[in-house]
């Protein structure tokens, strides 16, 4: 049972245009959260943490957590070409050693 | 700053034949490393996991086999490969301060192709 969804599987748009990915846990141990971009051939990178509810900004990259409904999402302003890649949520406990879950990730094109 | 050495970059090996794989940490003492497993396009399977040399943790049995023999080092090995072996296989770390959660940093991968 896949403890991390994340929706949509793919998502295309257009080049300074805003991208919306979301992500749920179905585990209420979760408290730590995370998104990570993957380019094609490359490790994952990790882009930003959210361990609070409500918003953290970074950049062009906002993520926003809502721990009552195990929601966390992330919005991409002014979509880049190089922001096409894969982009995965990541979840854990966050006590002692840490057991990672990951979702199966949306695949993000932007659009020139 | 920390570094992440994977190798090799890519294999191309035949069923039943052995694999070695291998990356080393530098920077940092002490890091919890970790195996992920990666089908083409697909989600991040934990393999493995370490928190002190020598001592190693299975999270799923795919026939394969790890070991940390440095506190740098963490080799992922099997002795007879199979199609479903195929993938692309990511060593990562993370602080082993074990108070709060830490993220986790990937190495570049090794693309490993079973014929």
């Known amino acids: 049972q896949q403890k991390v969804q994340q929706s949509p599987e793919s998502l295309s748009v257009p080049e300074g245009g805003m991208a919306s990915l979301n992500c749920t846990s179905s585990?209420?141990?979760?408290?730590y959260f995370w998104w990570y971009r993957q380019h094609s051939g490359e490790g994952p990178k990790a882009l930003m943490?959210?361990?609070?509810?409500g918003d953290k900004k970074e950049g062009r990259f906002t993520a926003h957590l809502n721990k009552a409904s195990l929601h966390v999402s992330l919005h991409i302003r002014d979509s880049q070409p190089s922001d096409s890649a894969l982009y995965f949520c990541?979840?854990?406990?966050?006590?002692?050693?840490?057991?990672?879950?990951f979702g199966k990730g949306t695949s993000l094109t932007v659009i020139p | 700053a920390q570094t992440i050495h994977q190798w090799p970059v890519a294999e191309i090996k035949a069923v039943g034949s052995p694999l070695s794989l291998g990356c080393t940490i530098k920077g940092k003492s002490s890091p919890n490393l970790y195996w992920y497993w990666q089908a083409t396009g697909g989600t991040l399977q934990q393999l493995f996991y370490?928190?002190?040399?020598?001592?190693v943790e299975s999270v799923v049995q795919l026939n394969l086999s790890a070991s940390r023999p440095k506190d740098d080092q963490f080799i992922l090995s099997t002795e007879k490969l199979l199609l479903s072996h195929s993938g692309f296989y990511l060593c990562?770390?993370?602080?082993?301060?074990?108070?709060?959660?830490?993220?986790?940093?990937f190495g570049s991968g090794t693309r490993l192709t079973v014929l």
């Open positions: 990562a770390w993370s602080p082993n301060w074990g108070s709060s959660a830490e993220t986790l940093y």
């Open positions: 370490s928190i002190t040399v020598g001592q």
């Open positions: 943490s959210i361990f609070s509810d």
């Open positions: 585990d209420r141990n979760f408290q």
């Open positions: 990541a979840a854990s406990e966050g006590t002692g050693y840490q057991n990672f879950y």
